[in-house]
């Protein structure tokens, strides 16, 4: 997008900083900064019957997206690292998948490595996190907060080892604990609603 396009409209909605400061570099609108408004991505998908933690059958859902930055030799040796362990491990692969067959997974897994890189708008994570499903991923904006998600910024390594050894070590320590999947799911359903990403747009708005 060009500068002087940027400069004629009266405000851009963009989901991430980090997607605002990639476009004002590249179209050189450092000094527009104001025109920009952050809002988060959002699901209408808010499920009631949420099974209870303990009760899921899966541990681990590998989710790997490649669309902008193919790093599928490091979710290879992530799947390998984390066949060596006991853990009942899925793999979700990005546009594989039937989204009833998504639903179904979320609500008997425990846990999300969401592999995807440089994503703006997670609609899939958004969603399988209002199943109450706690996260791991290498994009800070994704953690809703410290009781649902973790932030691994070791997934973005050559070498996945560091990564794996430190979700691991997380599962561990939290797996037997008496984690109430419903208030979690519940918490990131409050997040996650689309009123919330319009109460954003509105409130960046007013700001301005």
């Known amino acids: ?7 004629g409209l009266k405000l851009i909605g963009l989901h991430s900083n980090r997607v605002r400061d990639h476009l004002m570099i ?3 609108t450092q000094d527009l900064i104001n025109k920009y408004i952050l809002f988060r991505s959002c699901t209408y998908n808010l499920p009631n019957d949420i099974k ?8 681990i859902i590998l989710f790997q997206k490649y669309a902008d930055s193919d790093h599928s030799k490091q979710g290879d040796q992530l799947m ?7 853990k009942k491990i899925t793999q979700l692969n990005y546009g594989n998948y039937k989204r009833e067959d998504e639903f179904i997974l979320a609500n008997n897994s425990k846990f999300i490595i969401y592999f995807s890189f440089y994503d703006c708008g997670p609609v899939a ?11 791991f991923t290498l994009q800070k904006d994704f953690v809703i907060n410290d009781e649902s998600g973790y932030y691994i910024p070791e997934l973005e390594m050559n070498d996945i080892t560091p990564a794996f050894n430190k979700i691991i070590k997380i599962i561990e320590e939290i ?5 109430d999947s419903i208030k979690i799911a519940k918490k990131n359903q409050n997040f996650n609603k689309c009123e919330r990403a319009l109460d954003d747009i509105c409130n960046g708005i007013i700001k301005k």
Do not use: H, W
Request: glycine residues 4%.
């Open 175 to 179: 797996s037997n604990k008496n984690l």
């Open 26 to 28: 590249k179209s050189n």
């Open 1 to 7: 997008m060009k500068k002087f396009m940027i400069n």
């Open 80 to 86: 390998s690292l984390l066949k060596g362990t006991k």
């Open 52 to 59: 209870p933690f303990q009760e899921r059958e899966i541990d």
């Open 125 to 135: 994570l958004k969603e399988i996190q209002n199943y109450g499903v706690i996260t």
